[in-house]
């Protein structure tokens, strides 16, 4: 099933998407896709109906909004992909680098992303992010962790160097800043999705920037989350982006940072592809 939200800035439903043009709104069944609504259950209730009694709309008639109301918290795992890890020249961590994005820089899949004031250093990261959907706390085992995990998005970790490197060490700083994490078109819940085979792209003016596999992670997916849960409390609607491949504008010589005027498009293999232009 594909789950998400559509709808303009305060006004966003929840609804199931059935393919990229058709969805249906499941307002009468759940109040919103948020952590509440998943505490008690919504996902197992719209899942359970029969979605053919409700009316088809069209998508290209809305906006598609983030597929998540109002996430608690947006965790991130840092030099999580070999390849990036060597183009940065920084060395292969031993343990998940872990830092936050607020909730705040959450947007729609297609919503513009704004370059800060005076920036000249803002970048792109594809990658894959984890929904949480069960509560959980001191997972026992990986295999546990794949129990509580509704589903996988596409995520567009916009970051700024200046603030994340060259401002105290704090990598917090230059990620949370408003628009900085498009997210969607949807939440992929299909059960049997291999999170560790998806091709990850990343284009800025049709120029492909990053394309690598979720096989370059250095820490699974699984074990992401069960590292996570043994010093932070999981609830449904968390999210956790799992880290950015090699090929992003610091590595690069000369680095192609973003500019207002561009297009960012973000692609993951058997998930979706997101839009947005910078402004």
């Given at each position: 099933?594909?789950?998400g939200?559509?709808?303009?800035?305060?006004s966003?439903?929840?609804?199931?998407?059935?393919?990229e043009?058709?969805?249906?709104?499941?307002?009468?069944?759940?109040?919103?896709?948020?952590?509440?609504?998943?505490?008690?259950?919504?996902?197992?209730?719209?899942?359970?109906?029969?979605?053919?009694?409700?009316?088809r709309v069209?998508v290209?008639?809305?906006?598609?909004?983030?597929?998540?109301?109002?996430p608690?918290?947006i965790?991130?795992?840092?030099?999580?992909?070999?390849?990036?890890?060597?183009?940065?020249?920084?060395?292969?961590?031993?343990e998940?680098?872990?830092?936050?994005?607020?909730?705040?820089?959450?947007?729609?899949?297609?919503?513009?992303?704004?370059?800060p004031?005076?920036?000249?250093?803002?970048?792109?990261?594809?990658?894959?992010?984890?929904?949480?959907?069960?509560?959980?706390?001191?997972?026992?085992?990986?295999?546990?962790?794949?129990?509580?995990?509704?589903?996988?998005?596409?995520?567009?970790?916009?970051?700024?160097?200046?603030?994340?490197?060259?401002?105290?060490?704090?990598w917090?700083k230059?990620?949370?800043?408003?628009?900085?994490?498009?997210c969607?078109?949807?939440?992929?819940t299909d059960?049997?999705?291999?999170?560790?085979?998806?091709?990850?792209?990343?284009?800025?003016?049709?120029?492909?920037?990053?394309?690598?596999?979720?096989?370059d992670?250095?820490?699974?997916?699984?074990?992401?989350?069960?590292y996570?849960?043994?010093?932070?409390?999981?609830?449904?609607?968390?999210?956790?982006n799992t880290?950015?491949?090699?090929?992003?504008?610091?590595?690069?010589?000369?680095?192609?940072?973003?500019?207002p005027?561009?297009?960012?498009?973000?692609?993951?293999?058997?998930?979706?592809?997101?839009?947005?232009?910078?402004?």
């Amino acid at each position: 099933m594909l789950i998400g939200r559509l709808g303009e800035i305060g006004s966003e439903k929840p609804a199931v998407f059935l393919n990229e043009n058709e969805a249906v709104f499941v307002d009468s069944l759940i109040d919103d896709w948020s952590r509440d609504s998943l505490l008690n259950g919504g996902f197992d209730r719209v899942a359970k109906s029969d979605l053919n009694t409700l009316p088809r709309v069209k998508v290209s008639e809305f906006r598609v909004a983030a597929p998540l109301a109002r996430p608690t918290k947006i965790i991130c795992v840092g030099l999580n992909y070999k390849a990036h890890a060597a183009e940065t020249g920084m060395p292969v961590p031993d343990e998940p680098i872990i830092f936050m994005k607020t909730p705040d820089s959450f947007i729609g899949p297609f919503d513009d992303i704004e370059i800060p004031p005076g920036s000249e250093k803002t970048d792109y990261e594809v990658e894959l992010a984890i929904v949480i959907g069960k509560q959980a706390r001191y997972l026992k085992s990986e295999a546990d962790a794949k129990d509580i995990i509704l589903g996988y998005t596409v995520s567009q970790d916009v970051s700024e160097r200046h603030w994340q490197v060259e401002r105290g060490g704090q990598w917090d700083k230059g990620k949370g800043f408003p628009t900085f994490n498009p997210c969607g078109p949807w939440i992929n819940t299909d059960p049997n999705l291999d999170p560790q085979k998806l091709q990850l792209i990343c284009k800025v003016d049709g120029e492909t920037r990053q394309d690598s596999n979720t096989d370059d992670m250095i820490f699974g997916v699984y074990h992401t989350v069960w590292y996570i849960s043994q010093f932070m409390e999981l609830f449904p609607g968390d999210v956790i982006n799992t880290g950015t491949p090699f090929g992003v504008a610091m590595g690069m010589n000369p680095p192609k940072f973003l500019k207002p005027g561009q297009v960012v498009e973000t692609t993951i293999e058997n998930i979706g592809t997101i839009k947005s232009k910078t402004v």
